[in-house]
């Protein structure tokens, strides 16, 4: 076991697993409020007019809807483009709110509406009508607080983190510890080794010549 390269790949592992925790509990966009206008400045008597609103770029909203005349009118607001019975592929739509004869009207969806959002104006009087009003939505952002690219780069390096921890790991765990603890110790040896040698070498007389064996080779 080596306990130095299992301590670097447990840190490791827990750097990429607290990245990918991190990315999952990240909590969703906070929601947003946007608005649009009602403005119909002048609504012939015996007519009816339909505004398409759409006060946020999102699929649905939570609207709010707040309109006021100058002469009772009929208002009905509509999720989808309300059509005539009569017509040869007419569902007929319910509006989700709608005011018979009023000078004015609030109304609070109770949870989300698609939109857009249709307001449908019918002045059954004999006096033209001004009509404004106004059109709120709440919502929730459905991009992340991060753009694509990042997410994916974040989520590929914690992966990476993980898969180098692993290894880490499996290295500490299995590899043998002491096999490069003493590189050199071949070499130390045959130094010491040569050095035993020489010492012997030191250590024993000197040979001295025989002055008969001189003679014999002068004669």
Request: aromatic share 8%; net charge negative; with cysteine.
């Amino acid at each position: 076991m080596r306990k130095g390269l299992l301590i670097v790949g447990i840190g490791v592992a827990i750097v990429g697993s607290t990245f990918i925790a991190t990315l999952i509990s990240l909590p969703p966009p906070p929601s947003q409020m946007s608005a649009a206008t009602l403005d119909v400045p002048y609504l012939l008597d015996n007519s009816t007019a339909t505004s398409r609103i759409s006060p946020a770029s999102a699929p649905s909203a939570n609207i709010y809807l707040s309109w006021v005349s100058d002469y009772p009118i009929a208002v009905s607001l509509y999720d989808r483009l309300p059509c005539a019975p009569q017509g040869p592929s007419c569902t007929p739509t319910a509006p989700l709110v709608s005011w018979t004869r009023n000078a004015s009207g609030n109304w609070s969806s109770p949870g989300g509406i698609d939109l857009p959002v249709y307001v449908v104006l019918t002045n059954n009087g004999s006096t033209p009508a001004t009509v404004s009003g106004t059109i709120v939505a709440t919502y929730v952002p459905s991009t992340p607080y991060l753009p694509t690219w990042s997410l994916i780069a974040l989520v590929t390096g914690a992966l990476v983190l993980l898969g180098i921890g692993a290894v880490a790991i499996f290295l500490g765990l299995f590899l043998r510890a002491g096999i490069y603890s003493h590189p050199s110790a071949t070499v130390a040896d045959s130094v010491a080794e040569d050095d035993r040698y020489l010492e012997e070498l030191e250590e024993e007389p000197y040979l001295t010549e025989d002055p008969a064996s001189d003679d014999e080779l002068d004669r």
